[in-house]
């Protein structure tokens, strides 16, 4: 499966400033995902990454306030905006390859998470 | 609303036994997968098991799937401190392009 990292690993943050957050993986993969799994939760996603155009959000996320970038098949980049102690969770990105010329099953595969506090 | 419900929530077993974990959903599925998370970090992918399969194995682990029931089990034998984690079940739910749904988690405590 790919390799796939983030960065940055943890920060702490002000209130009202941004994070951008960054996933790379070690190889093409068609779908790339962003989810936000909040203190004692479980992972709820935010939006898919579209390469070359604008994510596809899940109900009760903006663009405004997560803006996603993904130039190309290997990297995405996720902003939380004008953040708040409510942000305060960790975010990870996860992939779906479906270069392997295998049927996919939507088998997704998961970055180590970055772990935002928000003060 | 989460489509997959796991239990029991939270588990304590010695090292040597083994566990068992189950994850209920609501809707049909093309496939259930099983994840591992240590101590609030990444996710690892365990097992994948398609809607037309009843069980499969890898290594330690023993995942069964009953479409019927909507139901899943995940069994890990001879368990280790190590298995020590959070355990999630994720649903693609059919016709859902890719969106897994994730249950609650199940938190596993191996004593050594």
């Known amino acids: 499966s790919a390799v796939i990292s983030q960065k940055p690993s943890r920060d702490i943050c002000q209130r009202g400033t941004s994070l951008t957050i960054q996933c790379q993986v070690d190889?093409?993969?068609?779908?790339m995902f962003w989810y936000r799994q909040q203190p004692g939760q479980s992972l709820t996603l935010i939006a898919t990454?579209?390469?070359?155009?604008?994510?596809?959000?899940e109900s009760g996320f903006v663009i405004d306030k997560f803006p996603i970038s993904r130039p190309n098949l290997t990297f995405s980049t996720l902003t939380v905006s004008n953040m708040s102690p409510e942000d305060s969770s960790i975010y990870l990105c996860?992939?779906?390859?479906?270069?392997?010329?295998?049927?996919?099953?939507?088998?997704?595969?998961f970055g180590p998470g970055t772990r935002l506090t928000v003060l | 609303s989460q489509q997959g419900e796991e239990d029991p929530q939270a588990l304590s077993i010695q090292e040597g036994e083994n566990a068992t974990m189950n994850c209920s959903y609501k809707?049909?599925?093309?496939?259930l997968q099983w994840y591992r998370q240590n101590s609030g970090r990444g996710l690892v992918h365990l097992i994948l098991?398609?809607?037309?399969?009843r069980e499969k194995h890898s290594g330690r682990l023993r995942v069964t799937l009953d479409t019927s029931k909507k139901s899943s089990s995940l069994l890990i034998t001879a368990s280790r401190a190590a298995d020590t984690a959070s355990y999630f079940c994720?649903?693609?739910?059919?016709?859902?392009?890719?969106?897994?749904?994730f249950g609650k988690g199940i938190t596993l405590s191996v004593r050594p």
């Open positions: 996860s992939v779906e390859d479906r270069f392997s010329g295998i049927v996919s099953y939507n088998e997704q595969f």
């Open positions: 190889s093409q993969v068609t779908m």
């Open positions: 990454a579209n390469q070359g155009s604008e994510a596809t959000y």
């Open positions: 809707t049909s599925i093309n496939n």
């Open positions: 098991i398609r809607s037309n399969e």
């Open positions: 994720a649903t693609d739910a059919s016709g859902a392009n890719s969106k897994l749904t």
